[in-house]
């Protein structure tokens, strides 16, 4: 938090008078001047609703009496409280995170959360500059799907590619493709806003039917990247629901000479739910042809173990909520270990997205995860940029490696 957004005032909520007062004194010697404190909840609501106290942020604990600190953040969010709060609790780390997701999910501008007893120090790091990331608002709304069909008719959707490098080596191991829109007003649009509106009306197959041919095209440019270079492409429920999608895959990757076993089909769980029978010809199908199969988003679905049981997956990609972080978080690090167990039991490829930073790097590389996809090693960008960044990254892994 820059010094211009300092907070004004501060309002601090718990029911043990001593902490109440040790917290109270370190905000004081941080320079804050304006601290209002309260060991009862519904006290602090009760001068949030006055017009005369403005609060920039709210100091809760979790385990109070009457008013337990979920309430209490629930009642913010109806009282339309718009400052920062900082959960501050003596419960177990995994209750604060789920309270702090909890917070997040619900709106709240959440700088962050702190075990009991919190030094000074992380008082102040909480107040300066460590805010997380806040909640998506409205502007991420899937477009109508008028204008996605005009999109589509008008050309205006291009590809995206994201690199892929072995942890082990560095080298190049591929991309996985994404969905863009040069939007008209709003510039290039992600993938993650278009594909929701996509699929949510859809009209996904359309993307996936038309930019194919060109992608595989593309990509035939780029093997010698990579001793196995390979491209991944996300499939939508349509094509799973289409009994003709593996002849057209591989008619496809015949015009554009690109070899069917460097092809992975990124197969969100979410996706497999409409109709199995259908989803498990389509798959087998696939597997069939040598084209690989990747589980993605692992374990974020309702079923993850059912369909690895049945569909011959032979790729599995962690989902990012579980990789970055991994290096801090005890529950996000055994999640990662034992997911990463099981795929190679099950002699699966596996792939880490989400290295967003150079802990989430040496984490996933320390438990040997075998191919690493993230911000680390490269946004996603147009086809025209992959053969710098490949320049750029060769001496970024020479560096790492030293």
Partial sequence: MEQSTRPRRILVVDDEPFVLKVLVRQLTQLGYEEILSYEHAQDALDVLQRDDHQVDVVFTDLQMP???????????????????????????????????????????????????????????????????????????????????????????????????VAFATGEVMGVEAMVGWMHPRDGLVPA???LGGAEYYGVLNDLTRGMLQSTLEQATQWQHLGDDFRIGINLSMDDLAALDFPDFIVEAAASARFPLSRIVLEINEARLTRDRLISLDVLTRLRLKRISLLIDDFGTGQSSLEHLRDIPFDELKLDGGFVHGASRD?????????????????????????????????VLRDMSCEVAQGNFVGAPMLGDALLQWAQSWAQRYAALAM
Avoid at 91 to 110: F, H, N, Q, T
Avoid at 114 to 135: N, S, V
Avoid at 140 to 145: D, N
Avoid at 341 to 347: D, E, I, P, S, Y
């Fill in 66 to 164: 009457g008013m337990d600190g979920v309430e209490f953040l629930r009642q913010l969010v109806q009282r339309g409280y718009d400052g920062q709060v900082v959960l501050v609790s003596g419960e177990d780390a995994r209750i604060l995170k789920s309270a702090e997701k909890l917070a997040y999910s619900r709106g709240l501008r959440v700088l962050g959360s702190l075990a009991k007893p919190a030094t000074r120090e992380q008082l102040q790091q909480r107040l300066h500059g460590d805010a997380q990331p806040e909640p998506r608002n409205a502007s991420t709304a899937p477009y109508p799907p008028d204008e996605l069909r005009t999109a589509i008719a008008a050309g205006q959707l291009v590809a995206c590619y994201q690199p892929q």
């Fill in 192 to 194: 993650e806003r278009l």
């Fill in 330 to 362: 005890a529950s996000l690090n055994a999640i990662v270990k034992a997911s990463l167990l099981l795929a190679r039991q099950l002699n699966m490829r596996t792939i880490a997205q989400g290295i967003d930073d150079l802990e989430d790097w040496q």
